[in-house]
């Protein structure tokens, strides 16, 4: 048997915000895989969001973040070993383009995993008829389980912010039932109605349970409406202006506070799972199938299922009994 891995380089082209907090899951079980091992994250070609925004929440799970590492530029690399010639127990390469492979694998490494050219060039193979599902995370953590020889458990704890902490207790104190709702989406056509979550909201206040609003950035404009709808919810991610102030800890901070949420397919739905929210995700015009969270435990509401692939399709209904059955 081959012993635990010292070192890991886990090797990705680069990472907005928005495809770093997709990735987390992976990152939570990478560390649960090797509690022990130095992790480096490799942006081989662009920057990394793990080295900026959220360096404090990954803060014990990636040690050490290497940004634009020349594999955009493959000459110099094939005239001298890429990272100075560093040696990594394991290798992950989360990516499927062969000639970054091939440089890959110029690093003196003892295990190289990796899904370009049909697994042809990895050093661990899945079992024949092995189909790459639609999901990029799930496709990073099936390299994971290759290299780990054991399930995906991402549940290694995020560091969260003490003020974003305090600031999500203060908000949202020890007692009821919290209910998040993330009405927004970066395309409204994306988002659920919001009457249809303001409808949803005065449901859960029947059944004794308090609303939540976690709204971003570009969605200050409905803050009016809501409040004056549904006056009894909170609105934790408000600043003292009145307007969505955007903190990637903060909505997780709350996220932990929550019963349950409701997201539409988007960022927030991410975020929410990275706090290990049970959430309902409601899709429309794109495919669950590629885009649905990670979270530990969800429901996944697809308008199709309901006639349309508008998401106006979606009931009510058909969510607050979602809701029902996570809380269940």
């Given at each position: 048997?081959?012993?635990?891995?010292?070192?890991?380089?886990?090797?990705?082209?680069?990472?907005?915000?928005?495809?770093?907090v997709?990735k987390?899951?992976f990152?939570?079980?990478?560390?649960?895989?090797?509690p022990?091992a130095?992790?480096t994250w490799c942006?081989?070609?662009?920057?990394?969001?793990?080295?900026t925004?959220?360096?404090?929440?990954?803060?014990?799970l990636i040690?050490e973040?290497?940004?634009?590492?020349?594999?955009?530029?493959p000459?110099?690399?094939?005239?001298?070993?890429?990272?100075?010639?560093?040696?990594?127990?394991?290798v992950?390469d989360t990516?499927?383009?062969?000639?970054?492979?091939?440089l890959?694998?110029?690093?003196?490494?003892r295990?190289?995993?990796?899904?370009?050219?049909?697994?042809?060039?990895?050093?661990?193979?899945?079992?024949k008829?092995?189909?790459r599902?639609a999901?990029?995370?799930?496709q990073?953590?099936?390299l994971?389980e290759?290299?780990?020889?054991k399930?995906?458990?991402?549940?290694?704890?995020?560091v969260?912010d003490?003020?974003?902490?305090?600031?999500a207790q203060?908000?949202?104190?020890?007692?009821?039932?919290?209910?998040?709702?993330?009405?927004?989406?970066?395309?409204?056509?994306?988002?659920?109605?919001l009457?249809?979550?303001?409808?949803?909201?005065d449901?859960?206040?029947?059944?004794?349970?308090?609303?939540v609003?976690?709204l971003?950035?570009?969605?200050?404009d409905?803050?009016?409406t809501?409040?004056?709808?549904?006056?009894d919810?909170?609105?934790?991610?408000?600043?003292?202006?009145?307007?969505?102030?955007?903190?990637?800890?903060?909505t997780?901070?709350?996220?932990?506070?929550?019963?349950?949420?409701?997201?539409n397919?988007?960022?927030?739905?991410?975020i929410?799972a990275a706090a290990?929210?049970?959430?309902?995700?409601?899709?429309?015009?794109?495919?669950?199938?590629?885009f649905?969270?990670?979270?530990?435990?969800r429901?996944?509401?697809e308008?199709?299922?309901?006639?349309a692939?508008?998401?106006k399709?979606?009931p009510?209904?058909?969510?607050?009994a979602a809701?029902?059955?996570?809380?269940?």
């Amino acid at each position: 048997m081959e012993p635990s891995p010292k070192s890991v380089l886990v090797y990705v082209g680069g990472d907005l915000v928005g495809d770093a907090v997709m990735k987390l899951p992976f990152v939570r079980a990478a560390r649960h895989a090797w509690p022990d091992a130095h992790i480096t994250w490799c942006a081989g070609k662009y920057k990394s969001a793990f080295a900026t925004e959220l360096a404090p929440l990954v803060s014990g799970l990636i040690d050490e973040v290497i940004e634009e590492a020349g594999f955009d530029r493959p000459l110099p690399l094939l005239l001298r070993r890429p990272l100075e010639g560093r040696h990594f127990d394991l290798v992950i390469d989360t990516q499927r383009g062969v000639p970054a492979t091939l440089l890959l694998h110029r690093i003196r490494h003892r295990l190289l995993v990796s899904g370009a050219a049909d697994f042809y060039l990895s050093g661990a193979k899945p079992a024949k008829g092995y189909e790459r599902p639609a999901a990029m995370v799930r496709q990073m953590l099936d390299l994971l389980e290759l290299a780990s020889g054991k399930t995906a458990q991402p549940d290694a704890p995020l560091v969260i912010d003490p003020e974003a902490r305090a600031a999500a207790q203060v908000a949202l104190p020890e007692g009821p039932a919290y209910v998040g709702f993330a009405p927004g989406a970066g395309g409204r056509q994306k988002c659920w109605p919001l009457e249809n979550f303001i409808a949803l909201a005065d449901q859960q206040i029947a059944c004794g349970r308090v609303p939540v609003f976690i709204l971003g950035p570009g969605e200050g404009d409905w803050v009016e409406t809501l409040r004056a709808a549904v006056p009894d919810a909170l609105f934790p991610t408000l600043g003292d202006h009145g307007q969505p102030t955007p903190s990637i800890a903060l909505t997780i901070a709350v996220g932990q506070r929550l019963a349950a949420a409701v997201a539409n397919d988007a960022g927030a739905g991410h975020i929410l799972a990275a706090a290990d929210t049970p959430l309902v995700s409601l899709f429309g015009p794109t495919p669950a199938a590629k885009f649905a969270p990670s979270a530990l435990r969800r429901e996944i509401i697809e308008a199709q299922s309901f006639g349309a692939p508008e998401m106006k399709a979606i009931p009510v209904a058909a969510v607050a009994a979602a809701v029902d059955r996570l809380l269940g």
